[in-house]
């Protein structure tokens, strides 16, 4: 950090905070624990502990973490250097987008329920993706969690995509959800 001036930036921030405020509100609770998840065109993931976000899945750039839509998300260095991928195809011909084929989400959603193959996988990558950062954030935060929060288009859009996040996810039954339109 000191020779490159290299930290983790989080890039959400604004939206993880409303989300936060947002709970603090609804839940009636000054310092929540949180799992706030902004899905959009970009997407990330954050753990808040009694109210401060102590981790974020998004790093020094947009692109580690989470898939989104044109994005790859975390993905092995050594796939970049072995196949030559570019900084354009990562970011802009990747993730959701690069695997379904599809122009937009709500043309992922209507293929995926066609049970389109392409579609069908790319919703299914995206999906374990975020669910495994909800189990690491769990962990993260011992288990003592208030809230789960979903914001972004996609987050607060479509009740599909949160169904398919928390369906496979037993030990959050009892946390309650909330959703919160990005503001």
Known sequence: ????????YGFHGISHQYALLNAQKKLKIKSPNLITIHLGGGCSITAIKKGKPIDTSMGYSPMEGLMMWSRTGDIDP???????????????????????????????????????????LAMDMFIYRIQ?????YCAVLQGKIDAIVFTGKIGAGEPITRKLILKNLPFLRDIKTLVVPSD
């Open 132 to 136: 495994k950062y909800i189990g690491a």
């Open 78 to 120: 050594y796939l970049v250097g072995k196949f030559g991928l570019n900084e354009h195809t990562l970011n802009h011909e990747s993730g959701i987008k690069g695997i379904s084929g599809c122009k937009n989400y709500l043309d992922l959603l209507q293929k995926y329920q066609q049970g389109e193959k392409r579609a069908v």
């Open 1 to 8: 950090y000191t020779e490159n001036r290299i930290q983790k």
